[in-house]
C-alpha cells in the first residue's frame, strides 16, 4: 500500500499571505489529523478529521482550518500567514490508534 | 493542560552504549505510544503500551510503562548508528479512540561511531 503523501513538500510564502496543504491517507483510513512541528514548540495537534467531519481540534486559532473530502483525503488552510507559522506540517491517517505521518509539508512564511 | 515531558533533551552515546529516555505525564495516561523520527523524516510509530507496569521488548528496545500509568521508558541496548533520531512519548487521547496525540517534548540521540 502506498503510505501518505503530502503535498507540497515545500512552500515559501510571504506575511498575510493564505496557504492550503493536501494530504492523501493510506487506502481505507477514514481518520486524517495534523500536526505542526517546530523547533521550539515541538509536535503540536492541530485538529483531526473522521468522514468529513472535524472531530478533535487543538488550540490553535480560528486561521488554521481544515476539511476532508469525501475519498478521505484532507485539506488544511491558514490563512494570514504569521512568521512563526513556519514550520513543518505533518498529516497522519490511523486505522486502529496507531498513527502513519506523512513526509510533511515544510513551509516558510517570509 | 496535560503535559507531557521527556528527559533527556538530548543524549549523545558512544556507539555500543546504552541509551535511556524517560517520559513524565502530568496526569494518568490510558496508554502511551513511542514514535523515533530520523533527521530530516517524520514520526513512525514504534509501540503502544496500555497495561500498568507493562514491559515490551523490540530487540534491542525495551518500553516500559509506570505502575501508576503517568510515566514511561525506553531503553536501547548497544546502540547502533542506525538509532540516531528524536524519541517522542505521546499521550493519544481522544474521546473517540487515538487519533489525537499529546507528544512529549522528544529526546534527540546522536551517536558517536
Known amino acids: 500500500k502506498a503510505g501518505v503523501t503530502q503535498t507540497p513538500r515545500y512552500l515559501i510564502k510571504t506575511r498575510g499571505q493564505q496557504v492550503t496543504l493536501s494530504c492523501s491517507p493510506i487506502?481505507?483510513?477514514?481518520?486524517v489529523s495534523w500536526y505542526q512541528q517546530t523547533p521550539g514548540q515541538g509536535l503540536q495537534f492541530l485538529f483531526e478529521?473522521?468522514?468529513?467531519?472535524?472531530?478533535n481540534k487543538g488550540n490553535f486559532p480560528g486561521r488554521f482550518s481544515g476539511r476532508q473530502f469525501s475519498n478521505s483525503r484532507s485539506e488544511m488552510n491558514v490563512s494570514t500567514l504569521e512568521l512563526g507559522d513556519s514550520a513543518l506540517y505533518l498529516c497522519?491517517?490511523?486505522?486502529?490508534?496507531?498513527?502513519?505521518f506523512g513526509p510533511g509539508t515544510r513551509l516558510t512564511v517570509l | 493542560g496535560q503535559q507531557v515531558m521527556q528527559i533527556p533533551q538530548y543524549q549523545h552515546v558512544q556507539e555500543g552504549e546504552d541509551f535511556t529516555t524517560y517520559c513524565n505525564s502530568s496526569?494518568?495516561?490510558?496508554?502511551i505510544q513511542w514514535y523515533k523520527q530520523r533527521p530530516g523524516g517524520h514520526p513512525v510509530f514504534l509501540i503502544q503500551?496500555?497495561?500498568?507496569?507493562e514491559v515490551k521488548k523490540q530487540k534491542r528496545l525495551t518500553f516500559q510503562f509506570g505502575e501508576a500509568k503517568k510515566n514511561s521508558s525506553l531503553h536501547i541496548t548497544a546502540t547502533q548508528t542506525t538509532d540516531v533520531g528524536t524519541y517522542f512519548c505521546?499521550?493519544?487521547?481522544?474521546?473517540?479512540?487515538?487519533?489525537?496525540?499529546?507528544f512529549g517534548t522528544g529526546t534527540r540521540l546522536t551517536i558517536i561511531p
Open positions: 497522519a491517517s490511523s486505522l486502529r490508534g496507531e498513527q502513519f
Open positions: 487506502s481505507g483510513h477514514r481518520s
Open positions: 478529521y473522521f468522514s468529513e467531519t472535524q472531530r
Open positions: 496526569t494518568t495516561l490510558s496508554n
Open positions: 503500551l496500555v497495561k500498568s507496569g
Open positions: 505521546a499521550d493519544p487521547s481522544s474521546n473517540f479512540g487515538n487519533e489525537k496525540l499529546t
